[in-house]
């Protein structure tokens, strides 16, 4: 079928038609957006609000900010504690996966190998398995070497949990880098060692940051080993939050406060990662 | 892996002469740097797994003196014709394929508002997704705090709707339904991610020629792009039911699986029985249940989608 292009004076109204339609797809996202934000506002506010304006009758959309309940969350309770048990153990087991998995990734990205597919998915298929279906006999085995309520249970736990994720990120990243770069480099002389840190890694780091990112996001996150694995000494920011909520006394501006710092920093890193967001979420199966 | 014979494709020196250290770096060198992280992958899953088989056939509860005593299939009966069992792999099947279907097409329809640019659209892409990096545990508290039957935000709204307080968590009736409107405002935005990234990776010409051909806009969605993307949603429901499966955070900062057992999962089921009654054999052998039931659910489920879209 051909159809004739339009003449010039039929152009204007198509073109206010697409206006049209392009603003109601502009106006209904942005009511959507709005409504999916709408209680991380309301989180923020709250935590903003002072005193009883959390409870007024009439709740206020916009307050003057006030940061008295941040301070408290600091002040009042161990939750400063909990947020660096939180930091620590989320960086560690990051840079534990990161070192870990770039060590399997890479091989399996350029290495020829027998049963390489295989090794792959078998990684892959450990995403599967609930970890509450894992947590008992993870529990007996730490606590046989001494490591429950230890951080470093939490960051091995962290380490294991994220470490699928890792190696099929990054392998990703390996195999699309041209392998022509790396020969280059063997060419000059350097070892396969040299190339992987002067030429490769460099060249695949914004990959690399962003499975950083992710891997900090789900250890930051994670509650059920925290809660189950950790004491009262090292207690990490989500199970420090469970504490706030009491029978007797609920102070919702400074649970909010600090929900908010929780929330922070991963919604920083989850912006900063945005561009490799998708496919990190996949395990790197839609770009 | 020692089973592997390692060929280095590139930058290899290949000599003559086996035996000795030289010879076994020049043959596995390139592999050996994965031997940490496969030998902490193996102990970490196998001996949780094998564990887990193990004491799942014990009658074992930590807090009874005697400990553990052999007991066969005996927790595997004893599940099977357990109502609470069955109660909640109802309610988790009625959680998981609600709210993933529910958050699927919301996620599509999102994604087609985005698919054009517009001014402002990466603005609000960085609002939407934000509700899914949120720890689940500050999501239980926020619900708690905005359902809030005395001073919560949604209170306040169906009083002014005309439809009195309404207690969320509390009504048999309304509990899981919250827990999945919860889950859906949470992840509809991963769907929305994918969406749309597997919206842009349909080459421009197919919706093209389907435009020349005078198809109009639904008939191209439902004819080539449904098509187009199965591979994409079927990673995205995939992924997005195996950690529905999972629902835990949220039940434990607000329902803690009432009113009654309606929002018993079999997580939180697990949980129960493990960490709160300490009977493990029997939490194992629910955890071996759970994990066919995730397993055969995701199999199912990815080869309808691919299948039924394949035959078309």
């Given at each position: 079928m051909i159809s004739a292009t339009p003449a010039m004076p039929r152009r204007s109204p198509l073109r206010t038609r697409a206006r049209i339609l392009t603003a109601t797809r502009a106006g209904a996202a942005l009511i959507v957006s709005l409504l999916f934000f709408a209680p991380i506002y309301w989180m923020i506010l709250t935590a903003l609000k002072s005193g009883n304006e959390a409870f007024k009758a009439t709740p206020s959309l916009i307050v003057w900010p006030d940061f008295e309940n941040f301070a408290l969350v600091f002040t009042q309770s161990n939750f400063g504690l909990a947020l660096s048990t939180s930091l620590f153990v989320s960086v560690t087991s990051t840079v534990l996966c990161l070192v870990l998995g770039a060590s399997i990734a890479y091989p399996l990205a350029r290495v020829k190998m027998r049963g390489q597919k295989h090794i792959a998915f078998w990684i892959l298929s450990?995403?599967?398995?609930?970890?509450i279906a894992v947590i008992i006999p993870l529990f007996l085995l730490l606590r046989s070497v001494g490591?429950?309520?230890?951080?470093w249970s939490l960051v091995i736990v962290y380490t294991y949990m994220n470490l699928p994720l890792t190696v099929w990120l990054l392998r990703g990243f390996f195999a699309d880098l041209p392998t022509e770069i790396e020969e280059a480099s063997f060419v000059d002389g350097a070892g396969r060692l040299r190339t992987f840190i002067g030429i490769t890694l460099p060249l695949t780091a914004p990959g690399l940051i962003a499975t950083a990112l992710l891997c900090f996001i789900f250890a930051w996150n994670e509650f059920l080993f925290a809660n189950i694995l950790t004491g009262a000494a090292t207690r990490t920011a989500p199970v420090g939050l469970?504490?706030?909520?009491?029978p007797v006394s609920v102070e919702w501006n400074k649970i909010m406060a600090a929900g908010t710092l929780v929330v922070l920093p991963v919604w920083i890193g989850a912006l900063a990662a945005q561009r490799y967001l998708v496919r990190g979420l996949t395990l790197g199966a839609v770009k | 892996m020692p089973d592997s014979t390692a060929t280095l494709t590139r930058g290899a020196v290949h000599r003559s002469g086996r035996g000795g250290w030289s010879w076994f770096a020049r043959r596995y060198g390139a592999i050996l740097p994965m031997a940490p992280g496969m030998l902490f992958l193996v102990v970490m899953s196998i001996y949780p797994t094998i564990y887990s088989l193990v004491i799942s056939l014990f009658r074992w509860n930590l807090s009874d003196p005697t400990r553990m005593r052999f007991g066969g299939w005996h927790n595997f009966g004893l599940l099977l014709t357990d109502v609470t069992f069955w109660n909640a792999v109802g309610v988790t099947f009625k959680f998981v394929l609600i709210a993933v279907s529910l958050e699927l097409i919301l996620g599509l329809a999102i994604a087609l508002l985005f698919f054009q640019r517009f001014p402002g659209d990466r603005f609000l892409r960085a609002l939407l997704i934000l509700p899914m990096v949120v720890a689940p545990v500050v999501v239980g508290l926020l619900s708690r705090y905005m359902l809030?039957?005395?001073?919560g935000i949604i209170t306040f709204l169906t009083e002014a709707l005309g439809l009195g307080r309404i207690d969320f968590f509390g009504e048999p009736n309304l509990a899981l339904g919250t827990l999945i409107v919860i889950d859906i405002w949470q992840w509809t935005p991963f769907m929305f991610l994918i969406m749309l990234a597997a919206l842009q990776g349909v080459p421009e010409d197919i919706i093209e020629a389907a435009k020349v051909d005078g198809a109009r806009p639904v008939r191209i969605f439902f004819d080539h792009i449904l098509h187009l993307i199965r591979y994409p949603v079927a990673v995205a429901v995939a992924l997005r039911l195996i950690d529905a499966f999972r629902v835990y955070d949220i039940i434990f900062m607000t329902t803690r699986g009432g009113p009654i057992d309606v929002t018993q999962t079999l997580s939180w089921q697990i949980y129960d029985a493990g960490f709160?009654?300490?009977d493990i054999g029997y939490a194992a052998a629910y955890s071996w249940l759970m994990l066919i039931i995730v397993v055969a659910t995701v199999t199912l489920v990815l080869r309808l989608l691919l299948n039924e879209q394949a035959s078309r």
């Open positions: 450990l995403r599967i398995i609930p970890p490591l429950t309520g230890s951080i469970t504490e706030y909520v009491t | 809030n039957v005395q001073f709160k009654s300490l």
